[in-house]
């Protein structure tokens, strides 16, 4: 089993930033044999593609090209999600996932394990 847990999230001005991250465990776990993925949820609205990393992969959804950056720290099992320029839109539960094998992927369908989401509030 995986775990994975979220935080950064919180309140933040249109044009501000904010810093998430999450932390992976489990006994057997190793980053380098999981693909990382961010998604985020709206009210109301199904769940979407983010960003991912896997190597030197680093997909990104068209809507925060430019603004958003997806990392990771192998040695210590985390992946964060630095996001500027951060607009209303941009307002919701944000959720970290894995998915086993190491490839990329943009569907939700292909993430094995999932956090328990934090929460991203953009005002205008």
């Known amino acids: 089993q995986v775990q994975l847990v979220e935080s950064g999230g919180g309140l933040v001005q249109a044009g501000g930033s904010l810093r998430l991250s999450c932390a992976a465990s489990?006994?057997?776990?190793?980053?380098?044999?999981?693909?990382m993925g961010w998604f985020r949820q709206a009210p109301g609205k199904e769940r979407d593609f983010v960003a991912a990393?896997?190597?030197?992969?680093?997909p990104y959804a068209d809507s925060v090209k430019g603004r958003f950056t997806i990392s990771r720290d192998i040695a210590r099992n985390m992946v964060y999600l630095q996001m500027n320029s951060l607009k209303p839109e941009d307002t919701a539960v944000y959720y970290c996932?894995?998915?086993?094998?190491?490839?990329?992927?943009?569907?939700?369908?292909?993430?094995?394990?999932w956090g328990q989401g934090t929460q991203v509030t953009v005002s205008s």
């Open positions: 996932a894995a998915r086993f094998g190491g490839i990329v992927a943009t569907a939700t369908s292909e993430y094995n394990y």
């Open positions: 990393i896997s190597g030197d992969s680093t």
């Open positions: 489990g006994r057997t776990f190793s980053m380098t044999r999981y693909a």
